[in-house]
């Protein structure tokens, strides 16, 4: 009986795993639309207060040239994650450990689904009054990297509750969990680094 | 895969349970009280008087007075030795499990939050003193436990730690995740009833998350 439940288990954690990726990305597809439609309206309220009448015809329409990278970046990184997802889980059928590395990816997917929808709320309207300035860069690069910070403190919570409740999927997926923080720090060092570059110190 | 019948050492051992989750728990309140404080000092270095400026508390009736200390001091234990009393008056290991389990689960999350809290200070303080860094008032804001940030921030450590029961099955964790998700309610309740109508509610910029 337990073990036909485990394996029943194991067979529902990618299945699980490959919803909660696609709800995680059409939130964020999401939230990326609104920013469009929104920066979209600013660019035009401005052009209007400058009188520029080339750029006014523009109102009510997205700018393409910025947000067309930003899906083209997010289509990848979700293709990226499927990727790989699909490369771990063969891997775990191979290891013969595949519902722990499916029951790891799951949980790191649910919490990222779980921190994109507690900021889902703030972000578009804040980030549509950002000005897109070089201090913008290393803005995002900043919370790049305080965001890498959360991630490495939720992997050690997450490993925690794995050794109080002695479960090897909560353990797999607090590694993921750092190993993906510690992508995302070196990343935004590397960012804060380029951008440190540009922008003098203050006195 | 681990199921209900396969919980760990310290939930099958009911005696290892009963003499290693209190002092576990003690540790965790201490460990929770020195990152508090390394939290405000760091916040009140690094920009003195934002963090109380960007989340001001909502009047409520029943204020709560006094440092942020003292109040994690006193969330910590009205929560926990209640919670430790009546578990240990419990003969039975479920329900002792999901009572003490739980609060040494709510202080673990309250702990890992204050470490990241504290991390993200850290950072941005940092980049402050070198360059025109972006202001840091909503990480410091969230270390005021009754913020709004606080709240948000514990009910999406519920959620991860439901997650984490839907695996597992463990009391430990459901014990945990209903106290989570009780103070995040709590910490968002004075929010809810007259933070968007004081127009004060939403701190001045994003919360310090930003990756794909």
């Known amino acids: 009986m337990t073990e036909a439940a485990g394996a029943l288990g194991g067979l529902l954690f990618p299945f699980a795993w490959l919803a909660v990726i696609v709800i995680r990305f059409a939130v964020l597809a999401s939230q990326l639309r609104g920013l469009a439609r929104t920066r979209g309206r600013l660019g035009a309220a401005l052009a209007d207060e400058a009188g520029q009448p080339g750029l006014a015809r523009a109102r009510g329409r997205p700018p393409s040239s910025g947000f067309s990278a930003a899906w083209t970046r997010l289509g990848r990184l979700f293709l990226l994650r499927l990727l790989a997802g699909a490369l771990a889980i063969l891997l775990g059928r191979w290891l013969h450990v595949f519902p722990q590395l499916a029951g790891g990816l799951l949980i790191n997917e649910l919490v990222r689904l779980a921190i994109t929808l507690r900021d889902s709320r703030h972000r578009p309207r804040q980030l549509s009054s950002a000005p897109l300035a070089p201090v913008d860069r290393r803005r995002v690069s900043l919370l790049a990297a305080s965001g890498a910070l959360e991630l490495a403190s939720l992997a050690l919570f997450l490993l925690a509750l794995a050794g109080l409740a002695g479960s090897w999927p909560i353990a797999c997926g607090a590694l993921f969990l750092g190993a993906e923080s510690a992508l995302h720090l070196t990343l935004a060092r590397r960012a804060l680094q380029a951008s440190r570059t540009q922008i003098a110190p203050t006195s | ?212």
């Open chain 2, 1 to 212: 895969m681990p199921l209900p019948s396969q919980l760990s050492v310290l939930e099958r051992d009911a005696a290892g349970a009963r003499a290693l989750l209190p002092a576990l728990w003690v540790a965790l309140v201490a460990l929770n009280l020195g990152l508090q404080r390394a939290g405000e000092l760091t916040a009140r270095a690094g920009a003195a008087g934002e963090a109380e400026a960007c989340e001001p508390r909502p009047r409520t009736r029943h204020r709560w007075h006094g440092s942020p200390l003292r109040r994690a001091l006193t969330c910590s234990l009205g929560l926990g030795l209640p919670a430790l009393a009546a578990a240990a008056a419990l003969a039975e290991r479920g329900p002792y499990l999901l009572l003490a389990g739980g609060v040494v689960v709510y202080e673990l999350a309250t702990a890992t939050l204050r470490l990241s809290l504290l991390l993200q200070l850290r950072l941005f303080a940092a980049l402050r003193r070198r360059t025109t860094a972006p202001r840091f008032a909503p990480v410091a804001g969230a270390i005021s436990i009754g913020g709004q940030l606080w709240g948000r921030r514990l009910l999406t450590l519920s959620f991860i730690t439901l997650c984490g029961l839907g695996m597992t099955g463990s009391p430990t964790l459901l014990g945990g995740s209903l106290l989570l998700a009780a103070a995040g309610g709590w910490a968002l309740a004075p929010w809810r009833r007259h933070g968007p109508a004081m127009g004060q509610a939403e701190p001045p910029t994003a919360p310090a998350t930003h990756h794909d």
